[in-house]
Nanobody
């Protein structure tokens, strides 16, 4: 079992920045690829970005490329999502997830999920 807890969400004006954190506990964190997903009201869960277990490989959704940056610190069992130049359309609940199979853009492939953190971007 891996327990994931997100933090860092909040209300920010368009053009602003937020940094989300996802703290993991339980089984070996470094063995999992990690992903961030988001879900806005009335919409399906959407892939945002993923990172390999080593941190050496990342993959971003086109909608966030160049604005968001994922990183991980395996010594601290934490993955981060730096979000810059935020737009109102980034408003959603953001979830981190762990994938034992190496990383995917499909939320159904992930084994463990956090409870989510709300990000609201005002115009």
């Amino acid at each position: 079992q891996v327990q994931l807890v997100e933090s860092g969400g909040g209300l920010v004006q368009a053009g602003g920045s937020l940094r989300l954190s996802c703290a993991a506990s339980g089984r070996t964190f470094r063995g999992y690829a990690m992903g961030w997903f988001r879900q806005a009201p009335g919409k399906e869960r959407e892939f945002v970005v993923r990172i390999s277990w080593s941190g050496g490989n990342t993959y971003y959704a086109d909608s966030v490329k160049g604005r968001f940056t994922i990183s991980r610190d395996n010594a601290k069992n934490t993955v981060y999502l730096q979000m810059n130049s935020l737009k109102p359309e980034d408003t959603a609940v953001y979830y981190c997830a762990a994938d034992s199979a190496g990383g995917s853009s499909n939320w159904r492939d992930y084994d463990y999920w956090g409870q989510g953190t709300q990000v609201t971007v005002s115009s």
